[in-house]
């Protein structure tokens, strides 16, 4: 099976940087994603990792280490309206289905 | 151009009742999936479906049943509905691109009494 672990909660302050971290188990693996989600509103597509390294996308940056399962979302200059919570995702290899963690919520204080 | 759309926003539903979520995109995906999200548990996959006429269990299937009519619809049906089936819903596609690039649907919020 899969599974995924992240911090349930993290709290920030406005132009600070923060990290949330992802930590999975799967059997064979086809990347990692993020996605954001707003209170209300549904999941929106943030970035993806299928090797090893740090992906940037402006103020966002994803890193993914595979020998240790690992990765994390970077966000840089945060803003009140990066405060949404924020999944992990894999895929594994040969399969359809993608599995989400159980979000990551992020907390944006002036 | 409305990307992936779910019917209805909001149901309240009886103990014992049926209803079927409607989903539609046209994006030309290829697969489709149906996610139910409750508080603190994340999504969880239901069913998906990889191409048109195929479908598979998710992580959470019991209790609920998955049509693949066309490339378009991918609906999702409770054919008894529990209480323990009260969640918000999304629907999403994924195009053939290779990376895990999910368009989710706004969301169904089903309450069951």
């Known amino acids: 099976g899969q599974s995924l672990e992240q911090p349930s909660e993290v709290t920030a302050v406005e132009g600070a940087i923060v990290q949330i971290n992802c930590t999975y188990q799967?059997?064979?693996?086809?990347?990692l994603s993020w996605y954001q989600q707003h209170d209300g509103g549904a999941p929106t597509f943030l970035s993806y990792?299928?090797?090893?390294g740090l992906e940037e996308t402006g103020r966002f940056s994803s890193f993914l280490s595979r020998s240790d399962s690992y990765g994390y979302l970077l966000l840089q200059e945060l803003q009140m309206k990066d405060s949404a919570s924020y999944f992990c995702a894999v895929r594994s290899t040969g399969f359809q289905k993608l599995v989400f963690g159980t979000g990551t919520r992020l907390l944006v204080s002036p | 151009n409305a990307g992936v759309t779910q019917t209805p926003k909001f149901q309240v539903l009886k103990t014992g009742q049926s209803m079927t979520l409607q989903c539609a995109q046209d994006m030309n995906h290829n697969s489709m999936y149906w996610y139910r999200q409750d508080p603190g548990m994340g999504l969880r996959l239901i069913y998906y479906?990889?191409?048109?006429?195929?479908?598979d269990k998710g992580e959470v299937p019991n209790g609920y049943n998955v049509s693949r009519l066309n490339k378009r619809e991918f609906s999702l049906r409770l054919e008894s509905a529990a209480p323990s089936q009260t969640s918000v819903y999304f629907c999403a596609g994924q195009g053939s691109s290779g990376a895990n690039v999910l368009t989710f649907g706004a969301g169904s919020r089903l309450t069951v009494l």
């Open positions: 799967t059997s064979g693996f086809y990347g």
């Open positions: 990792n299928a090797l090893d």
């Open positions: 479906s990889a191409s048109e006429g195929t479908t």
